[in-house]
């Protein structure tokens, strides 16, 4: 069959709406075509935009979904989630989807090290094969108080960690993101400490709610979300979820985040949500749902808090919330 992505169906956007992000939803409509075979054969196919290959994991979804994480509101259209991202390698406001395809997923190469029994590399599609996947759904708290809710589909971060074999003596872990700005034009910009860092505490890791992406929308997980492997630590604000992850290292010394490492006085390294502590700036009492516009309460820990709130006894000298 013949379908020009120049030639926008009736169905997929309005006049107003022809921007060059309408441009990319449609191609990820034809995606969407072709994972319920709607579309045919993938060799039937026209070249895909970018010279891009086809993704080698795309077999891997659906995953099994674990339906021991469900939510208590809907979940928000991936097309909505797909063009409202915070990814600061691509600019520093929300529509960065289009830019992000210039993210290169592949090769991708991940470097396992610090102490642990033996410091690894692994290409993502190896790690991808070795732990099976699973889709959970997720609320996601952003520090700037939106909020969505998204089908992630990935691993426990705690299968993660027993492939690593850590030391004893390892006390947390330490996620960094790629540094390539010719790839990535945000991180020409001298203002912001690349690359990206987040961290976490190995008792925070060993949570299984701390979850390592690999897809989303039952494929595999879009770069402007964070291809091919991000975190997704759904009781923390949306800053500690780091994207496109490149090295993970275990390590005795508290991993000190980009936006910690530029406003220490707003942005701690525990970040868990709490409604009743204010960012210095504004408050954090409600959360604007992405989807529907609506304001709503936010919870302690965003709601996981029967599963969390144990990491945190005895810690009561810390900025828990910040
Ligand atoms: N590498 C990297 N990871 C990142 C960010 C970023 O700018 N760069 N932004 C964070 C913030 S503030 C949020 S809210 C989430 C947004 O995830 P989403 O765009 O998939 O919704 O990613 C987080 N991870
Ligand atoms: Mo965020």
Redesign the pocket.
Known sequence: MTFSIHRRPSWAISEAQATPEAAFLNRRALLAAMGLGIVGAASALPSPVRGEEADPTADLYPARKNEAYKLDRDLTPEKI?AN??????YGTYKEIAEAAQALKTRPWDIEIGGLVEQPFTIGFDDLVRRIPLETRLYR?R???AWS?TIPWSGFPLKALVALAKPQASATYIRFE?FLDPEMAPGQANFLYPWP?VEGVTMAEAGNDLAFLVTGAYDKPVAK???APL?LALPWKY??K????IRKIEFVEERPVGLWEAIQPQEYGFWANVNPEVSHPRWSQAMERVLHTGEYVPTLIYNGYGDQVEGLYAGLGDEKLFM
Do not use: A, L, P, W
């Open positions: 989630n409202y991202n915070n990814f600061y390698e996601h952003c520090v700037e969505m993101t990206y402007q979300h964070g991000r949306g800053f979820s780091i994207k496109s």
